[in-house]
Each structure stands twice: as C-alpha cells, then as structure tokens.
C-alpha cells in the first residue's frame, strides 16, 4: 500500500484545512486509517481513526470537536477536516493504515505510512 498526503499548508489561527490521503496498490476499505503527526522536537503523536467502514472514529482529546476524520473508499482515499487551528497544531501530519484493531493510538499499530504534509498556523 502506498499513501499519499496532501492539503497542508500555512494558514492563520482560527482558520481551516483539509488534509486528504489517497491509497494505491491496494483497496483499504477493510484498513483503519489514522492521522498522526510530529512538532519539531517533539514525539509523533495520535490525532484521529477511522474504521474500514467508516462508522467508528477516535480523536485525540487535543483536537476533539475541532477535527473530523472521514473516508471515501469509492476513491481509495480518506480526509482529515481541522477547524479552528491553532499554533500548537502546527506539525508534519502523517496518514497511515492497518489491518489490525487494537491499540488505535499507537503508531507502532500500523504498518504503511504517508510521507507527511506540513501544516503551519501562524498566530
């Protein structure tokens, strides 16, 4: 499986991005998807799942309510909606997926990785 990320940017606080990942060499309608990402200096750090099916999501408490994650299998690709940035959000964010359940949080779960896109919010 090969994932492509795409949709950062610089943007201001307050403001929104979507942030797509779209899959190749295989179907990952049956794969968890997850968006992970990484501040400078800092450990990569969960953000949100979504089931194959696209019924069950997770977030980190830190972007609750502010971040949706969606899919659309029909094109192989899944999404991250954040709203309401902020500064603190600024990191690579990486899409990635597996086949296992479990410990969604951890990123050592998931087998095939995005190369990251940056998004930077400015205050």
């Known amino acids: 499986v090969q994932l492509q990320a795409s949709g950062g940017g610089l943007v201001q606080a307050g403001g929104s991005l979507r942030l797509s990942c779209a899959a190749s060499g295989r179907t990952i309608s049956s794969y968890v998807m997850g968006w992970f990402r990484q501040a400078p200096g800092k450990e990569r750090e969960f953000v949100a799942r979504i089931g194959g099916s696209g019924a069950t999501t997770d977030y980190a408490d830190s972007v609750k309510g502010r971040f949706t994650i969606s899919r659309d299998n029909a094109k192989n690709t899944g999404y991250l909606q954040m709203t309401s940035l902020k500064p603190e959000d600024t990191a690579v964010y990486f899409c990635?997926?597996?086949?296992?359940?479990?410990?969604?949080?951890?990123?050592?779960?998931?087998?095939?990785w995005g190369q990251g896109t940056q998004v930077t919010v400015s205050s």
């Open positions: 990635t997926v597996t086949v296992y359940s479990g410990a969604y949080y951890d990123q050592y779960n998931y087998a095939y």
